[in-house]
């Protein structure tokens, strides 16, 4: 019996990034309300329960409310929204951040989405803390930029107004909502300082991690840290690792689900950029909410996605 998915929210961004990946497929049939039915609490919360998937794409508080509507054992959930990424219960769902988790992905009733920076983050330095070759105590910095789609329909509508800035950095008092899964899934003792921006690209996203190798521990150069990471991501679709780059461009894997990862810098001062390339709508986003959709279903991970 072909598997039926509920997306609630899926007139919002990331919900037409996922109807967009999921329209035509003979494998997933997607369950829809009309829109006379749309505002009644009733009509929403059966489909909820009847769906075999939900993904929800909603504000924080609102996935909260829709998760205890959900009644149906049997009903299994996606969350894109940042309420329960570090929640008791939810399986983190970046497949391949560990060797087991797209193996724990698929078991889970209860999936959370990662963050669009923070899978660029972890991606580049989880296998580092793993291998040791970053300690767990260490003190990072990342600096990233977005394409403005990622803020919604109000931040579109800025960027795309005449006088909207070029670059728009911000966060500079802390705090962000990303930091307790930056720590929890990497392994590190100590939050990074995170320097988010948004950019004037409708869509991609580029994050980066300095390094003084000279600094660490165990003092490894370029090549072993390219070496980790092609080990760590050897045979993944989605996640690859590329040549050093003397240019790298916000929107390299926009319009895609990739995510490409490089280690450029320095040898002989031994300063090292990491650098981790993806769409902030797509692997950042509605690419991984179906990417994990295909793990708990049993379908191939990179189904009806653009790798």
Known sequence: MTPVVFIDGAAGTTGLEIRDRLAGRADLSVATLPEERRK????????????????????????????????SPSTRIIDASSAHRVADGWTYGFSELEADQADRIAAARLV?????????????????V????????????????????????????????????????????????H????????????????????????????????????????????????????????GQPIVTVAEPAAVIAIEENAETDRMTLRVCGDAA????????????????AGGAAVQNLNIMAGLPAAAGLIV
Do not use: W
């Open 40 to 71: 009644d609490p009733a009509a929403r919360r059966e489909a909820l329960n009847d769906a075999d998937f939900v993904i929800l794409c909603l504000p924080d508080d609102a996935a909260r409310e829709a998760v205890a509507l959900i009644d």
């Open 269 to 284: 001062t031994g300063q090292a950029r990491l650098v981790a390339t993806l769409d902030n709508l797509g692997k950042g």
């Open 179 to 234: 930091l307790p899964e930056m720590r929890a899934f990497s392994g590190l003792t100590h939050d990074p300082i995170f320097a988010p921006a948004v950019t004037r690209a409708y869509r991609g996203m580029l994050v980066e991690v300095p390094l003084h190798l000279s600094a660490l521990p165990a003092k490894p150069a370029l090549a072993d840290l390219e070496q980790l990471l092609r080990e760590a991501y050897q």
């Open 112 to 128: 959370a989405n990662p963050g669009c920076y923070p899978t660029g983050f972890l991606a580049l330095v989880r296998p580092l």
């Open 130 to 177: 793993r291998a040791k070759l970053l300690p767990t105590s260490a003190l990072l910095t990342v600096n990233a930029a977005s394409g403005y789609s990622g803020g919604g329909k109000a931040m579109i509508a800025e960027f795309e107004a005449p006088d909207a800035p070029a670059f728009r950095s911000y966060a500079y008092a802390g705090g962000h909502k």
